[in-house]
């Protein structure tokens, strides 16, 4: 039973470009999720997807943009990166059953902008 | 961003010792999860409560959903060297959202 894996594992930007980010859920799991996680500090949620639709949203800028595909697997998009998009960026899978939401994260992706 | 309080921020402790960590909110969840956290790693799910006052054990760990709904805590018993690791609460609000808050984290060091 494969878990959450993401792609790639490292990323190296510069400021002002673009980046997508790769994540393919649990099997069985329905939700994606996508966290910021910067050094030091506890994950930050950036949005959920859920039938292929953003259902939530964190405080984060448009420039952080997703996509959900027909099989539930997630990219995570950002547009003109800045030096505080350094982080790793984890993805959760989940199934919600019976209002119970237990999420999942895989091994993240580094991306250092420079 | 939004994090919850947990505590304590860092702890050595000696092979063998008990260890006790919490997490305190103002918000009333509906949901805490607890994981581990290895450096350049993905945080991993150690447990996961439901209901207020649910006690929930996993091996050498237990944690607790407080009454109020506005606290959890995490214990470790027989702490052994690869206890050591960041470990993280993330509570979910009431009514239903979403998203989960995670705490500031706890560093575990374990002195063999």
């Known amino acids: 039973d494969a878990g959450v894996t993401q792609s790639p594992t490292h990323l190296i930007k510069t400021r002002g470009q673009q980046v997508t980010l790769r994540c393919s859920p649990k099997?069985?799991?329905?939700?994606v999720s996508w966290y910021q996680q910067a050094l030091g500090q506890g994950p930050q949620f950036i949005f959920q997807y859920y039938e292929e639709e953003e259902r939530q949203r964190g405080n984060f800028p448009d420039r952080f943009s997703g996509h959900q595909f027909p099989n539930y697997s997630s990219e995570l998009n950002v547009n003109a990166l800045l030096l505080g998009d350094s982080a790793l960026y984890l993805c959760a899978s989940s199934l919600v059953l019976r209002g119970q939401d237990t999420q999942y994260f895989g091994p993240g992706t580094r991306l250092t902008v420079l | 961003g939004q994090q919850l309080n947990q505590s304590p921020q860092s702890m050595f402790i000696q092979e063998g010792e008990d260890v006790s960590m919490n997490c305190t909110s103002s918000?009333?969840?509906?949901?805490w999860l607890w994981y581990k956290q290895d450096p350049g790693e993905g945080p991993v799910l150690l447990i996961a409560l439901y209901k207020a006052g649910e006690l929930t054990s996993n091996g050498r760990l237990t944690a607790q959903f407080g009454i109020t709904r506005k606290d959890s805590f995490l214990n470790i018993s027989a702490s052994i060297p690869s206890d050591v690791g960041i470990y993280f609460c993330a509570g979910q609000i009431t009514p239903g959202t979403y998203k989960y808050i995670f705490g500031t984290g706890t560093r575990l060091k374990v002195l063999a």
């Open positions: 918000s009333i969840f509906n949901t």
């Open positions: 099997s069985g799991h329905d939700t």
